[in-house]
């Protein structure tokens, strides 16, 4: 370990407690991105982050705004240091400021937006999804500008997005567009989880997504079903009949040609997730909670939440919802649909055929139309490179165990556009948990893995430069 890579982590340990402090600062801002009664405080937490990194000593910082005529959007937060040299490795930072909603309020036992720490863990939302997670790749670009007299040992350039809940469709026009301004050899992304307690995990795969809505109109006005029951059509029946021709009982999607593109594991992928330290019986117990686990037969969990593709429904707005009655046939209902993809399905393609089914089993009586909402592609990323050796590497140091490589069930559509239009690999080092609780009530980062992500970032960068 060099000497500025020892004081880099003497200072990023000593400096725990602040760091803590102004992370739960950044937590009380309520910046849900998918809410338009949030939007100032949205701009509020891309302030706070731009100001932070200004202050450790990053150039060039500043706020790019995404909106457009077409949409409304969130700013991103731009800051560089490029001062390593042009044969030293320039690596891109990538986080997100947004959250998800916090609703419902009143199944976390404390506040969502009130940063409080129980049992070794900080509980907020936001608090590993991923404010937390981002707030150490600040942290570490700050001990290592502080054990190294204002300079870092690779260049660095520093892109946070603020609409990463919601498609994130303001950084893939930034990056399509001004992928010269974004220039760099890797990108470092903190958005994933380890596979369990302190066994240290890279990510190197993730599924893609197709996010939509279908929207099944009857009537002109919403009528009375006692007087028109019978005779008019209903368009949640409507929709609850197209929902139910999309999955048989064993989870297999029905959409004609939908698996035509899927590409299995390897088999050494397979050999290695079964190595894993995996219980399924707690999963479904303390991860699920449910009675039994669902899913295509045949399969291990792994394969199931990492190399298939699914199809889900996550709520159904219309009618009436309040309390007590109201015999109402609705004009019109929505239902929220969405699909992970795999490789090497395409978003585009995966949507037609979608839509195209939708739109062949439409019940009488209802017009059907079907929205994509947002979508992002599936990745898998080789291991076979020398930064993800580093990444490697710099866990091993800090947990004290080999890393293990998994795939990830979730999405984050910027990898494949660093991929893409970049041309650059991605290290996807997460931190999080698989109990931390993400887009649900009381969700939390354990502290321990905070500052460990802190040292194996710092490792991680000074390793790549040296």
Not at 150 to 159: A, D, H, K, S
Request: glycine share 10%; proline share 6%.
């Amino acid at each position: 370990m060099t000497t500025k890579m020892m004081a880099a982590v003497a200072f990023a340990q000593k400096n725990e407690g602040r760091f803590v402090d102004e992370l739960k600062a950044l937590l009380r801002i309520p910046s849900v991105s998918t809410a338009p009664e949030h939007v100032g405080d949205v701009r509020r937490a891309a302030e706070f982050v731009a100001a932070e990194l200004k202050r450790i000593g990053m150039e060039n910082v500043r706020l790019i705004e995404t909106t457009t005529a077409e949409r409304n959007g969130h700013p991103l937060v731009y800051a560089d240091w490029l001062h390593a040299g042009k044969a030293a490795p320039t690596v891109l930072c990538y986080g997100h400021y947004d959250v998800q909603p916090a609703e419902p309020l009143d199944e976390w036992k404390t506040p969502p937006f009130e940063p409080t720490e129980r049992d070794g863990n900080i509980y907020a939302r936001g608090a590993v999804d991923d404010k937390g997670q981002m707030w150490m790749h600040v942290k570490a670009l700050e001990s290592l500008m502080a054990a190294g007299g204002g300079t870092l040992p690779v260049n660095v350039r520093v892109i946070v997005e603020g609409e990463e809940e919601v498609g994130g469709e303001g950084i893939a026009a930034f990056v399509r567009e001004h992928g010269d301004q974004l220039k760099a050899d890797v990108a470092l992304v903190s958005d994933t989880e380890m596979f369990a307690p302190e066994l240290p995990t890279l990510c190197v795969g993730l599924r893609g997504m197709i996010y939509t809505e279908i929207e099944a109109r009857g009537a002109k006005v919403d009528l009375h079903s006692g007087m028109y029951g019978g005779a008019a059509p209903n368009p949640f029946v409507a929709l609850a009949q197209v929902i139910a021709k999309l999955k048989d009982e064993n989870g297999k999607i029905l959409i004609p040609g939908f698996y035509d593109k899927v590409q299995k594991p390897t088999a050494d992928e397979l050999k290695a997730w079964k190595a894993l330290p995996f219980d399924e019986e707690h999963y479904r117990e303390s991860e699920v909670g449910s009675s039994v686990l669902t899913g295509e037969p045949g399969l291990s969990v792994q394969e199931r939440t990492w190399a298939r593709p699914t199809l889900d429904v996550h709520g159904m707005p219309g009618g009436f919802i309040g309390a007590g009655a109201k015999t109402v046939i609705p004009a019109k209902a929505v239902a929220k649909v969405s699909m992970r993809l795999v490789p090497d399905m395409t978003p585009a393609e995966s949507f037609a055929k979608y839509k195209a089914y939708v739109e062949s089993i439409a019940p009488k009586g209802v017009a059907l139309e079907v929205r994509l909402i947002h979508s992002g592609d599936p990745i898998v990323v080789s291991t076979d490179n020398s930064y993800v050796k580093a990444a490697t590497e710099a866990m091993r140091e800090v947990f004290g165990k080999e890393t293990v490589f998994v795939r990830g069930g979730g999405s984050i559509p910027i990898v494949g556009d660093f991929v893409r239009e970049l041309k650059i690999p991605t290290v996807m080092m997460g931190f999080g948990l698989p109990d931390d609780n993400l887009h649900a009530p009381n969700e939390k980062f354990h502290l321990a893995n905070f500052y460990r992500g802190i040292e194996s970032i710092v490792r991680f960068l000074s390793g790549v430069g040296a």
